[in-house]
């Protein structure tokens, strides 16, 4: 039985033969929440190069982190497709003409069969959104949005710059445009959150039905605001428990068909503050599965509670 709806049975299901992987670029894009138009402190555990390998070499033009990309899958994963994840900062935020001509930079890659825009809810509008749906007729497409929680005090705590109802705003505008397929992200664990407002976020989030979802830990990323206030002592880091025993009941919540694209996080060691669990992720992946099948649980089994 499977306990959640993974990425790997989500291609299958979409008749991909063979695995399908993602290539993730920098396409050199900044944020506003960095470059003054909201602030320029930007979010405080926001460190890109914790986030994106890639962000280490974002001088690299962008067709040459593809090719580069889908070499090192092959060789790694046996991969046979490649989705391109223009995933560094927030890939909407310049002019329609300048977006189209980065994003038509994943045109001419036979194995590409999709392609995946990270960005801020703040960060779309009706020409972005038209622009990503004219890529829906070669490639299949997906946006992802950076929700973290549904509180907008935490929000405000953690410099986000947007509130909750943006988000809200954005999904509305995306899905006038049928086939572009959105993903959230959430973080589990920032501060001063509780276990029931970690459970009211999922509830929330399970009750728009999202194509997809990417849950992640709150790790602590050298050179970040957070890293000073967990310095200061001001909040604790979840351990691997307590964060498995949280993803397993915020999944009870989701939507059964939405895809969970991410149940863990990924840093370079000599960036990382805490926790050093997140290192070994295959190891949460198994507490995970351990615990659902422990407590004869699974993806969706709460739903019905919330809708």
Known sequence: ??????????????????????????AGFSCPN??????????????????SVNTRRATTPIKKQIEDGIVALKRRTNAEKFIIYFQAFTNTYAPVDELKGIYDSVRGFDNVVG???ATRPDCVNKDVINLIASYKK????????????????????INRG???????????????EKDIKVC????????????????????????????????????????????????KGRFAVLDMNEYVDLAKKFLEYMWPRTVIQRISADCPEDLLVSPFWILNKSAVLKLLEEKLKKDNTFQGKLYNNVT
């Open 1 to 26: 039985m499977e306990r959640y709806y993974r990425f790997s049975t989500y291609f299958k299901d979409r008749g991909f033969k063979g695995r399908v992987q993602k290539v993730t670029v920098d």
């Open 34 to 51: 960095r470059d003054g138009k909201i602030s320029t402190e930007g979010c405080i555990y926001c460190n890109n190069e914790g986030f």
């Open 115 to 117: 392609v995946s825009i």
């Open 138 to 157: 070669d490639y299949e497409v997906w946006i992802e949005y950076g929700i973290q929680t549904i509180h907008n005090k935490t929000l405000e705590f």
């Open 162 to 176: 947007h509130l909750y109802e943006d988000f809200l705003s954005a999904l509305e505008l995306t899905r006038k």
């Open 184 to 231: 959230g992200h959430v973080i589990i664990g920032l501060p001063f959150e509780t276990e029931d407002m970690i459970v009211e976020t999922a509830k929330s989030i399970g009750s728009l039905k999202l194509d997809g979802i990417k849950i992640h830990p709150l790790h602590i990323i050298r050179g970040t605001k957070l890293e000073e206030l967990y310095n």
